[in-house]
């Protein structure tokens, strides 16, 4: 079989989910090695794994040692095709790529692309990745909106969107009972959760906020917080800070999210930016009315009134205001889950996916002009 190498960022939640379907569906035409932080160990199982110390930002030394460290490796194993997922993969693939020989260069954009301030460091680390991107032969956005971003820095005919999918089949026959047991919320409560790695861009700040409003009308709500990451003990002591204790449950991260969702009565996730969300589409797949930020990937999934409602970002009244809607008018948000099983199903499966990036894979594996 053909040998890619798949090079992977710092991750948890969605990317891993993307590329659990990615793998389940390529494995059989193609060898995938797998090349990432020790982090990800567990989540690799029995597939092929090379650990490279690949840090999120830029570290100089770290990353230079994670190019020299990749490119052995890349040596080593000859793959026809470098597949990097996330952003800090190609600031440590592409040179890696460049010294070992391989010029069949791939790259997922699994995120919005960083803004970036003023000041030195900030501008010296958006020149080197816009860089790196302006090198690759061909990029995946998981989303238009992404692809929007990135043709104002690469030209357009190298960017495809394949947007991210979910198998709705692995979200129902899980017990409401059950699943409202194991993250303890009480019977009566309104049950409201987010999947998200835990850093400030995903918006948990507003949704705390939010949530304290809400409390002030109906004290029988239950935040279900299901997640890891860097901004997890800020997250929870602004949570204290807040006396929102009794009403929010940490539950870090989990590998059981289509059963815990069972148990809740709709999703939230107030995002400062994203790629495509999965967790968005899980939800979906869970018949859960949804409330998102107000952008444009997520108008890409959410139908505004009929799947649930878009909030502007950092609006913690707005935010309130909506979860409110929807826990005022019961019925109607069953309808709006309605709605959501049946547009994942017939737009966001994986298959469509996972055919195109097959596609892909064996058009760079064959052609020889990648310009």
């Known amino acids: 079989m053909v040998k890619v190498a798949w090079v992977v960022r710092p991750a948890e939640g969605g990317i891993l989910v993307h590329l659990d379907h990615l793998l389940q569906g390529l494995s059989t035409d193609f060898n995938i090695l797998i ?8 989540w690799v199982k029995d597939h092929p794994f090379y650990p490279i110390n ?3 930002g830029l570290h100089g030394k770290e990353d230079i040692g994670a190019i020299w460290q990749l490119s052995r490796s890349l040596r080593k194993e000859k793959p026809k095709l470098i597949h990097m997922h996330g952003l800090k993969s190609v600031v440590v693939g592409v040179p890696a790529a460049r010294l070992s020989g391989c010029k069949r260069l791939l790259f997922t954009a699994h995120n919005s692309l960083p803004k970036y301030g003023i000041c030195w460091h900030q501008l010296s680390q958006q020149f080197v990745q816009q860089r790196m991107l302006q090198t ?3 990029i995946i956005s998981v989303s238009d ?13 190298r960017v495809t969107t394949i947007r991210n999918g979910v198998i709705c089949e692995k979200f129902s026959g899980y017990s409401r009972a059950d699943a409202r047991a194991t993250a303890n919320i009480p019977a009566p409560n309104i049950a409201m959760g987010v999947v998200a790695r835990l850093i400030p861009e995903k918006g948990v700040t507003t949704l705390l906020e939010a949530v304290s409003l809400v ?3 109906n004290k029988q709500i239950t935040l279900v917080v299901v997640g890891d990451g860097p901004a997890r003990d800020q997250f929870e002591h602004y949570c204290k800070a807040l006396d929102l204790n009794p009403y929010v449950r940490f539950l870090g991260h989990r590998s059981d999210v289509p059963f815990l969702m069972a148990g809740w009565d709709l999703f939230v996730l107030p995002s400062l930016s994203e790629g495509l969300s999965v967790s968005v589409l899980e939800a979906m797949a869970s018949r859960l009315p949804v409330i998102v930020s107000d952008l444009a990937c997520m108008r890409e999934m959410v139908t505004h009134g009929k799947s649930g409602y878009l909030v502007k970002p950092k609006d913690a009244p707005g935010l309130a205001a909506a979860i ?3 826990i005022k008018d019961l019925p109607k948000a069953r309808a709006m889950g309605e709605y959501n099983y049946q ?10 996916m996972v055919e195109s990036t097959r596609h892909l894979y064996k058009d760079l594996t064959t052609r020889e002009d990648l310009w």
Do not use: M, S, W, Y
């Open 35 to 42: 090349f990432g932080p020790e982090e990800i160990r567990d």
């Open 54 to 56: 690949i840090l999120d």
């Open 136 to 138: 690759l032969p061909r």
């Open 145 to 157: 909106a992404l692809r929007d971003e990135l043709v104002q820095f690469v030209p357009a005919h």
């Open 215 to 217: 409390r002030n009308v």
């Open 324 to 326: 409110l809607h929807i």
């Open 343 to 352: 547009r994942v199903k017939n737009t966001f499966g994986t298959n469509k």
